[in-house]
């Protein structure tokens, strides 16, 4: 499995319209979390969160929010803010714009956030536009550094390091509330926060 877990100033510029990291009034940074809400996964993250004064951005698929909609709605009532996610977790490049913004439109019934992220990354030029004209004041929000929790081939304390030798100041980062990811999830998380708490350096939500 190929990725990169910091991403190239390159790719920032050809997808200049999307927002792959924020400049903030104070040292902060910006934890992001994917394919969400999940029962396990979703109350262990905003429990972190807590301890720590800290704020995530939430980036949830349609159809998880059917399936768990008091853990999406505990995700708002503790002040984080949500993102559409698509609802059935569609890759851009592997689905036509029409079905791909049918998809997205049907998580929107149940997300209502300005805040858009690609599942994968993956989306066409095109498919950008269309978001941004269906979604009003609509963000294609992308990322600067990939926890890379997700990669079942690796162990938790690298995830650490990805993050932590990686991120900055108005960085967006990215761990994901999901099965897949739980176990490197779980060992990671509470170490970054404590990272992040210890270099004074505020975790805030992506604000709409």
């Not at 990939?146 to 991120?167: M, P, R, W, Y």
């Amino acid at each position: 499995m190929f990725y990169l877990t910091k991403t190239p100033a390159l790719l920032k510029t050809i997808y200049k319209s999307c927002t792959w990291n924020l400049s903030p009034a104070k040292p902060s940074v910006y934890l992001t979390f994917d394919d969400g809400p999940h029962p396990t996964a979703t109350p262990f993250i905003l429990e972190q969160l807590k301890k720590y004064n800290a704020k995530g951005t939430f980036f949830c698929i349609g159809k998880n929010v059917i399936e768990y909609p008091n853990v999406y709605q505990q995700i708002l009532e503790e002040g984080h803010t949500t993102g559409n996610h698509t609802h059935n977790h569609l890759n851009g490049w592997k689905t036509n714009t029409d079905k791909y913004m049918e998809n997205v439109m049907e998580a929107r019934k149940y997300i209502n956030s300005p805040l858009f992220r690609p599942p994968y990354g993956r989306i066409t030029p095109f498919q950008i536009k269309q978001v941004k004209k269906l979604i009003p004041r609509a963000q294609i929000i992308m990322w600067d550094v990939l926890s890379a929790d997700f990669d079942t081939s690796i162990k938790g304390e690298e995830c650490v390091q990805n993050v932590v030798f990686k991120a900055k100041a108005g960085s967006i980062i990215v761990f994901h509330d999901s099965t897949k990811a739980w176990d490197r999830l779980e060992y990671c998380l509470p170490r970054v926060l404590e990272y992040f708490s210890k270099q004074k350096l505020a975790m805030e939500a992506i604000p709409y």
